[in-house]
């Protein structure tokens, strides 16, 4: 559209032996770090977790905060002036999709950066359009950011950071909270930009398969804080695999070592009924489900979850997928229509799990959150997971047997005494999975289990998903992730878009 | 029809109905407005300036297009406060004059009949145009008032407008958690305790989502030394002086006919 370069000049990062340690650590998150970022140069920056990668990014960005909150050493020089020295020159996009949107409407919230800066006001409305037109997105300047999806609110963001002009263009990790489909249009829009800016970029991102197409060169930091690799993306792919592989690193085109549905349906044999002999262990009948009584999201739903199966829930944004999830797990009540569980699974209960009690639930049904600290409960790691024994009256020797059992499979039998919300992501979601199925529920229901995990954490998880369903557990997961449903999607139910197009504001966007 | 609504108005109070003239003018104005209206109303306890400035606002509201359901739709918490506040001073007010009931410390005198009407109609004489004049104000267009009008420090009024767009999440965050502490089996007793903890956590995400919000916000130059400017223009004129005007004329009719038929109260008398 238009022609007039919506950026200013390319930066030059140089790092002569730079480093940075956080107040009160003794360690150096990063040190030694020696680089140089040409202009229009484009950057994948990976490392395993705690490696430094976004502080790096947010050194680059200025944001690193001043001296009560740590100290650097040597130098960090965009086009020869430390970094934070110009504010403007880096345009920084976060991880989290709701806590980077700052105003309630589109245009507000993209003017925003040029305010700061001092722009004059017609400039300001001229740069809010070109930049909304170069992340592509197409809604009046009134549009409330809150109606967004997440992936949107990233092109929002990456909108309302180029508007700054910025020379040097920086994300940290910007699709690893979005689905697919947003994945996709964060990746366009940044390919549009910097085909429209030509701004130096660097980006930090576990999904490599997302980034290495768009990238020339690629950046390896190391556990110590310093740079263990750097060249071409082919060839520091190529030989820093294992490396890469053990940091969590998703690098395209290496196998998952996980057999898949079709694996397994291959090994039955062709011609077998893989379905048949699984008895519905939990049904929705003509059910209408929504969070409250007059927002009805769907109605008329027919469901079935096969027991001893894995049944995989898919369907676009805004579907139901998570309240449908919510109901049949009995914490919403159904708004019409009724959820059944089988004899079996009731033992002795009435049919609809939303009339069990809390306890009731804990060895029937278990839910697993998208966001694991909205459930968490405890001060403790090992203190979560004795949450549900104990509320099931269990003697607490039999307490301790069953925490150090789950523990020690999930790997958290080190972190046993941290608080839970002082985790890493990875931590978080398996302490959230280890927390239900230390009471050893009959069906599992998981809400995007794998968002934003990295390779390492997926593949515990999945394969210990796996090795429940094999054990005669029944799981239904509501998930976007393709991967994901090639292992553990046995039966797949498919929400087809709503009915009604009223998109449901939640945050991130997500269902 | 709801999702066009929201669109078209900024995401804020979608349902709340337009009022003619009222609409025109700055928040920053009807901030003004309201206590230029509300103190001189305060200084007083007698029923009659109370009455007089209700009945002027009631007839004015209804001009700006606020019908009777309107009224109670929105003000419904005003409208059972007032009486609730009025009842209190009916049993307890000061007693004067004849007594016609009494139970233990409650006592219905003359005197305590008419506080109790005077503080009824007082509560609605204040809060009504609180409630109706902020019916539809934009939280964005208060801020850019409040900084380029009222001149308030624009780090404290923008970091402040930032924060009131979390508050939704905090909404879906405290549902999210009311649900796992049933899916955790610790949902059948023990209230207090389980709201404690979901306090906690609660805090926890708002001091991680406002550290978050605050890098961004950074990260877009907010908070250095340049200079600001302002997308938006807030502008003051015509229809805000009126208001002005109004409201202080309301606020004076009621004093001086409080005054003339003698029912004028000072609190302090």
């Not at chain 1, 769907?298 to 109901?327: F, H, I, M, Q, Y």
């Not at chain 1, 090795?467 to 999607?489: E, F, N, Q």
């Not at chain 2, 337009?18 to 104005?29: G, H, S």
């Not at chain 2, 109790?116 to 902020?134: C, E, K, N, S």
Request: hydrophobic share 50%.
């Amino acid at each position: 559209m238009s022609e007039s370069a919506p950026a200013g000049r390319p930066v030059r990062v140089e790092a002569r032996g730079w480093g940075w340690r956080h107040a009160g650590r003794l360690r150096w998150a990063l040190d030694g770090v020696d680089l140089i970022i040409e202009r229009g140069e484009r950057i994948l920056l990976l490392g395993p977790s705690g490696s430094g990668k976004s502080t790096l990014l947010h050194a680059l960005a200025g944001v690193v905060g001043d001296d009560d909150e740590g100290e650097q050493r040597g130098q960090l020089l965009l086009d020869g002036a430390p970094a934070g020295a110009a504010r403007g020159r880096a345009g920084l996009v976060l991880q989290d999709p709701d806590s980077q949107v700052i105003l309630a409407r589109v245009g507000d919230d993209v003017a925003f950066g040029c305010e700061n800066l001092g722009v004059p006001r017609d400039e300001i409305w001229r740069r809010v359009g070109e930049s909304l037109d170069a992340v592509g997105l197409d809604l009046p300047l009134g549009h409330p950011t809150s109606m967004l999806s997440g992936g949107q609110k990233q092109r929002l963001s990456l909108a309302g950071a180029l508007a700054m002009r910025p020379g040097l263009l920086l994300l940290d990790e910007p699709t690893a909270n979005l689905d697919p489909a947003g994945v996709g249009e964060v990746r366009n829009a940044v390919a549009r930009v910097l085909e429209r800016t030509g701004a130096t970029f660097v980006v930090v991102e576990h999904r490599v398969d997302v980034w290495v197409d768009l990238v020339d060169r690629v950046v390896v930091l190391g556990g110590d804080g310093s740079v263990l690799a750097d060249g071409p993306p082919e060839e520091v792919l190529e030989r820093q695999r294992e490396t890469l592989l053990a940091a969590g690193v998703w690098v395209p085109g290496v196998p998952l070592p996980i057999e898949t549905v079709e694996d397994r349906d291959a090994g039955v044999g062709a011609g077998g009924a893989p379905h048949s002999g699984h008895e519905p262990i939990l049904a929705g009948e003509q059910l209408a489900i929504g969070r409250r009584r007059d927002a009805v999201v769907r109605a008329g739903l027919d469901v079935v979850l096969p027991e001893a199966r894995s049944t995989v829930l898919v369907g676009p944004n805004g579907a139901g997928k998570s309240t449908l999830a919510l109901t049949l797990g009995g914490l919403l009540a159904p708004l019409a229509g009724r959820v059944v569980a089988s004899d079996s699974l009731a033992s002795g209960l009435g049919a609809a799990p939303i009339r069990w009690r809390s306890r009731d639930l804990l060895t029937r049904i278990g839910t697993v959150f998208q966001e694991p600290e909205h459930q968490f409960v405890a001060s403790t790691v090992r203190g979560e997971v004795a949450v549900a024994p104990r509320a099931l009256g269990l003697p607490a020797s039999e307490i301790a047997t069953r925490a150090d059992e789950v523990l020690a499979r999930l790997r958290l039998d080190r972190l046993a005494g941290a608080n839970p919300f002082t985790l890493s992501g990875g931590e978080q979601r398996r302490l959230s999975v280890a927390a239900v199925l230390v009471a050893r529920p009959r069906v599992v229901i998981l809400d995007e289990p794998t968002f934003g995990q990295d390779r390492v954490t997926w593949l515990e998880l999945v394969q210990l998903l796996r090795d429940l369903v094999d054990d005669g557990v029944t799981l239904l997961s509501v998930t976007h992730d393709a991967a994901y449903r090639d292992v553990l999607g046995d039966h797949r139910l498919e929400l087809a878009a709503s009915v009604d197009p009223a998109p449901v504001p939640t945050p991130g966007g997500r269902s | 029809m709801t999702a066009q609504a929201v669109a078209t108005d900024g995401g804020f109070r979608p349902d709340a109905p337009r009022l003619r003239f009222v609409d025109r003018v700055n928040p920053v104005t009807r901030l003004a407005a309201v206590m230029v209206l509300t103190t001189p109303l305060l200084l007083t306890v007698d029923w009659l300036s109370a009455a007089v400035a209700l009945g002027v606002q009631l007839v004015l509201f209804a001009l700006a297009g606020v019908t009777p359901r309107l009224l109670v739709a929105r003000t419904w918490p005003i409208l059972i406060a007032a009486p609730i506040a009025g009842v209190s001073m009916l049993l307890y007010g000061r007693p004067e004059g004849t007594e016609y009931w009494s139970f233990w410390l409650a006592r219905i005198t003359d005197g305590s009949i008419e506080l109790a009407v005077a503080v009824t109609v007082r509560v609605l004489a204040i809060g009504l145009p609180a409630a109706l004049l902020f019916l539809r104000v934009d939280p964005t267009e208060l801020a850019d008032g409040l900084a380029q009008i009222a001149r308030l420090p624009a780090r404290f009024v923008l970091g402040a407008l930032a924060a009131t767009r979390l508050v939704g999440l905090f909404v879906e965050d405290w549902r999210a958690m009311g649900l796992s502490r049933r899916a955790r089996g610790i949902g059948d007793h023990g209230a207090l305790r389980r709201i404690a903890t979901m306090a906690f956590a609660l805090l926890v995400l708002a001091i991680r989502r406002g550290s978050k919000l605050a890098t961004a916000m950074e990260a877009r130059g907010f908070g250095s030394d340049v200079p600001r400017t302002w997308a938006r223009k807030s502008r003051v004129g015509v229809v805000d002086a009126m208001l002005l005007v109004i409201a202080a004329a309301i606020a004076a009719i009621a004093i001086a006919a409080a005054l003339w038929a003698g029912t004028f109260h000072p609190v302090w008398a």
